[in-house]
Every structure is written in structure tokens, then in C-alpha cells.
């Protein structure tokens, strides 16, 4: 295992990263096309599979009117268009983790309207089953 972790550190080097779990899982990822063994060997090397993050999730699209985050929205398109190359390597995280907690609000927001929304019908629809029933409303 020395040689191969001696190795993982001469790749990571090459790239210009240094050794820690987002370096590990885009080379266990690239590992995956080659020996079916080689990602488990590597991630052994760099630490626990468990360890790896998460896959990020993905936003929903940008392209639909979107009025509560459309400067957030901005922010992040206009930093995926000057970073090229770096939006992979974590230069556009900050304007993501804004873009995700506005949109993350928007949904909470829209999320208490509709259950409001669905108060009102379900109160207008019980109204209308006791007037069919020919009970008293509210009872």
C-alpha cells in the first residue's frame, strides 16, 4: 500500500491538489472506468468510502422564471461563465450554497402557500358536503 498511496500522492501532486476526500472521490471516480478493483484499492488508500461526500444535488432549471432568486441565479451563471475550468475544482461553491439556501427558501415559501391554499378548499369543500348531507356546517 505504500507504493500505492506514494502514487495517489505523485497524481494528486501532478494536478496540483493535495491528498483529502473530493481529490480521492474524482479519482476513484475516474478509477471506475478502469479495473473493477481499483476504485476499493484507492479508496482504502485515501481514507474510508464512507467518508466521501455525497454527490451534490442538482438544482432545478435555471431557464424557468424564477423571480424570488433571479440575482442569485445571475450570480451563479455569471460565475460558471468567468471560472471555465474552475466551477470543477470549487470556484463557484460559495454562489451555489446561496443559490441552493434561496431556492431551498422559495420552496419552503411555496410549500406554506399550497398547504394554505389546501386549508381554504378542503374547509370549502367540507362546507359543501354538509350542505349535500343537509347537516349543519361546521359539525
Do not use: Y
Request: glycine letters at 6%; one cysteine or more; aromatic letters at 4%.
Amino acid at each position: 500500500t505504500n507504493e500505492s498511496t506514494a502514487s495517489v500522492d505523485i497524481a494528486l501532486q501532478e494536478v496540483g491538489l493535495k491528498r483529502s476526500s473530493h481529490a480521492c472521490l474524482i479519482i476513484v471516480r475516474v478509477a471506475r472506468r478502469g479495473t473493477p478493483s481499483a476504485p476499493l484499492k484507492l479508496a482504502r488508500i485515501c481514507g474510508s468510502v464512507a467518508r466521501f461526500p455525497a454527490a451534490p444535488r442538482m438544482h432545478p432549471p435555471l431557464d424557468k422564471p424564477n423571480p424570488f432568486c433571479r440575482e442569485a441565479i445571475q450570480k451563479f451563471k455569471n460565475c460558471h461563465d468567468d471560472n471555465a475550468i474552475g466551477k470543477w475544482f470549487g470556484a463557484c461553491n460559495e454562489v451555489k450554497r446561496a443559490l441552493d439556501s434561496c431556492l431551498k427558501a422559495q420552496k419552503l415559501e411555496m410549500i406554506k402557500q399550497n398547504r394554505a391554499k389546501n386549508e381554504r378548499d378542503q374547509q370549502r369543500l367540507e362546507k359543501v358536503r354538509a350542505l349535500r348531507e343537509g347537516r349543519p356546517l361546521g359539525g
